[in-house]
Structure formats: structure tokens, C-alpha cells
T-cell receptor
Framework: AQTVTQSQPEMSVQEAETVTLSCTYD???????LFWYKQPPSRQMILVIR??????QNATENRFSVNFQKAAKSFSLKISDSQLGDAAMYFC??????????????FGSGTKLNVKP | SAVISQKPSRDICQRGTSLTIQCQVD?????MFWYRQQPGQSLTLIAT?????????ESGFVIDKFPISRPNLTFSTLTVSNMSPEDSSIYLC????????????FGAGSRLTVL
């Protein structure tokens, strides 16, 4: 099965600064999807950003961008101009594009992001 | 994206009892899933809820412990049976929209505490 690794259990960033969360994954597939999800304390899990493996261009959503390195199987999330509301658990996730495995999302262990005022 | 209503949002249960969690989606979806998130942990897929047939369980999860119903394309229930303190977790209903966005959308979760 695919594995997703987030090596940073917890990180801190000063408000208005930039922080990068790391994620690596293990797969033998060539086509797949990658995601970053955010789970604020006691609140709902929401999608931050997604990336299709066949796209070379890195995805961007406002202050959130990714650095997708397919050969290195790396998918980091950069948060620019950090805000207090960015404080949350961030989960990296992988989804296969292959039939039969298509429904499964594999999640990393999460990174807790603290934002200091 | 789909809007998911999940209830109860939280409950405190006694050991040995069972609790059913309901998940209602505002649109028809083919793929619906149940996840468990133990305290401070990541998400673990319990099962895929299949409309009109038995759910597909992941390794380590069995139907007797986690019976799932999926009577139609907008609704599902997960029952946690014969609960023990180890079942204290957040249980999350999630769906993938049929629109082809390939994104997993989550309900707000049901936080169960078993005493």
C-alpha cells in the first residue's frame, strides 16, 4: 500500500512569515493525486490544495502553494504571509488514479502548525 | 462540493453499548467513506459504504463491530457496537463528488467518548 510520511509533527511560524510543511510518499504508480487538508482545532477537515501528478506546474491557491517534486516523491506545502487562522493540523494525502484503488485516500500522520502573533 | 451533515456531533457512551452515527449528503454521491481519527492521530479508513450492497471493510475492521448501512445515494449510517474506551475517537463521514473533482469532502465528525 502507498505510504505518506510527514516528518514534522509540529511546527511554529510567526504571523506574516512563511512556513513550509514537508510530505513524502511512496508509490510505484505514475499517475495519482496529492492533497493537503487542514483541520483546525475542533473543526471540520477542509481541502487546502490539490495537485495532479501529470501536471508539472505546481498548484497555487492564494497564500498556499506546493512544491511538487515527482522524481523525489515530495510534496511540500508553503504558506505565505501566515495568519492566526492558519493554525491547525495539516494532513498530506495521496490518491491513486488506478481503477480498483481509485477510492482510497492515504493520509500522513499530520503536522500541527502553530502561528505566533 | 457536497455538503455533509453528520450527527450526533458528539456523545458520551457507556462501555458495552452501541451508537449509530448518521451521515446525510445534500447531493447523490457514489463513493462514501467512514474514517476514524483516534485522539491526536491521523485518519484511518474503516470502510467504503456501498449503496445497495454490503460495505467494503479495510483490514482490521469488521462488520460485526462497525455495521454500515447505505440505503440510498445520499445517506449512510455507521454503528459502533459493544463499545469500549478504545473506541473513543472522532468518526468522519466523507464523500467524493460525482462531478469528477476527485476531492474528498468531510463531514464535521462525531466525537465519541466511551467511559
Amino acid at each position: 500500500a502507498q505510504t505518506v510520511t510527514q516528518s514534522q509533527p509540529e511546527m511554529s511560524v510567526q504571523e506574516a512569515e512563511t512556513v513550509t510543511l514537508s510530505c513524502t510518499y511512496d508509490t510505484s504508480e505514475s499517475d495519482y493525486y496529492l492533497f493537503w487538508y487542514k483541520q483546525p482545532p475542533s473543526r471540520q477537515m477542509i481541502l487546502v490544495i490539490r495537485q495532479e501528478a501529470y501536471k508539472q506546474q505546481n498548484a497555487t491557491e492564494n497564500r498556499f502553494s506546493v512544491n511538487f517534486q515527482k522524481a523525489a516523491k515530495s510534496f511540500s506545502l508553503k504558506i505565505s504571509d501566515s495568519q492566526l487562522g492558519d493554525a491547525a493540523m495539516y494532513f498530506c494525502a495521496y490518491r491513486s488514479s488506478l481503477l480498483g484503488r481509485f477510492n482510497k485516500f492515504y493520509f500522513g500522520s499530520g503536522t500541527k502548525l502553530n502561528v505566533k502573533p | 462540493s457536497a455538503v455533509i451533515s453528520q450527527k450526533p456531533s458528539r456523545d458520551i457512551c457507556q462501555r458495552g453499548t452501541s451508537l449509530t452515527i448518521q451521515c446525510q449528503v445534500d447531493s447523490q454521491v457514489t463513493m462514501m467513506f467512514w474514517y476514524r481519527q483516534q485522539p491526536g492521530q491521523s485518519l484511518t479508513l474503516i470502510a467504503t459504504a456501498n449503496q445497495g450492497s454490503e460495505a467494503t471493510y479495510e483490514s482490521g475492521f469488521v462488520i460485526d463491530k462497525f455495521p454500515i448501512s447505505r440505503p440510498n445515494l445520499t445517506f449512510s449510517t455507521l454503528t459502533v457496537s459493544n463499545m469500549s474506551p478504545e473506541d473513543s475517537s472522532i468518526y468522519l463521514c466523507s464523500v467524493v463528488s460525482d462531478s469528477g473533482a476527485n476531492v474528498l469532502t468531510f463531514g464535521a465528525g462525531s466525537r465519541l467518548t466511551v467511559l
